[in-house]
Nanobody
Framework: QVQLVESGGGLVQAGGSLRLSCAAS????????MGWFRQAPGKEREFVAT????????YYADSVKGRFTVSRDNAKNTVYLQMNSLKPEDTAVYYC?????????????????WGQGTQVTVSS
């Protein structure tokens, strides 16, 4: 079992930046692949970014590629999502999730543990 707590969300103007953090506790964090997903009002949850257990592999949704960066610090049991050049369409609740094989995946069903989410609102 692993417990995940996101933080760092908030209100930002278009073009601005935010860094989300996801702190893990419980099972050894370093064995999990980690993902970020988001859900906007009235829309399905969608994949944003994923990172492997070592941090050596990452993958991004086309909509955020070049603007968002996922990273992790296994010594701190934390995964990050640096979001730059934010757009109003990035407004959503952002969730981090842990995947037990340790690899990257865009499929939400592969993730067994989820945080409670943090709200990101981008004003135009």
């Amino acid at each position: 079992q692993v417990q995940l707590v996101e933080s760092g969300g908030g209100l930002v103007q278009a073009g601005g930046s935010l860094r989300l953090s996801c702190a893990a506790s419980g099972d050894p964090f370093s064995k999990f692949g980690m993902g970020w997903f988001r859900q906007a009002p009235g829309k399905e949850r969608e994949f944003v970014a994923t990172i492997s257990w070592s941090g050596g592999d990452t993958y991004y949704a086309d909509s955020v590629k070049g603007r968002f960066t996922v990273s992790r610090d296994n010594a701190k049991n934390t995964v990050y999502l640096q979001m730059n050049s934010l757009k109003p369409e990035d407004t959503a609740v952002y969730y981090c999730a842990a995947e037990p094989t340790g690899w990257t995946t865009t499929y939400a069903g592969s993730y067994e543990h989820w945080g409670q989410g943090t709200q990101v609102t981008v004003s135009s």
